[in-house]
């Protein structure tokens, strides 16, 4: 998870006096020491954290038909937020991208001719490494809304050539407050 952060780095010099037959000083000894300052705006609720989204058993006819199946929702709770500090959050999902559809996740298993697709809570579509829409950050609990279906390549699709199995992928998400 990535959050915004102001960075403080400073370089301290320090002179080593050392003492010997007569005293020197010994100048050009540097040391760096650095870290990280954090505004952390929310807290993100670890119970969702690792959570599985279900598509459940999709009817290779259904994907045929309609090209998809039925959007699954999953959420992503922010805690404790203080908009003061930052007004919106913008979420970046990460994951492998289909070959043929692009921005879709990539799916494994066996499973051909498919791939999943990620919406925001107005029904956008979400494509992979790219950041949602600004969504407005409320003092306290923010419950961000989204979901994933699963939908046939369109050269599966017209050669009807999907492959049935099981099937899984994994997405990883970036939190990026402005």
Known sequence: MKMVYLATLFNLTIFFYTSA???TLAAGETIMIQGELMARPCNIDPEPLFQTVDLKTVNTKTLYRYGHSTAVPFFITLKNCNPILYKTANITFMGEEDRELTGKLAVNNGTKGVAIVLF???????????????TAL????????FSAYLQGR??????????????DATVSFLINYR
Do not use: M
């Open 21 to 23: 037959s007569a005293q």
């Open 120 to 134: 925001d809570s107005s029904g956008q579509e979400v494509s992979l490494n790219q950041p949602t829409a600004g």
């Open 154 to 167: 369109p050269s599966a699709i017209k050669d009807r050539k999907i492959v049935e199995g099981p099937f």
């Open 138 to 145: 409320v003092n306290g609990n923010n419950k961000l809304e």
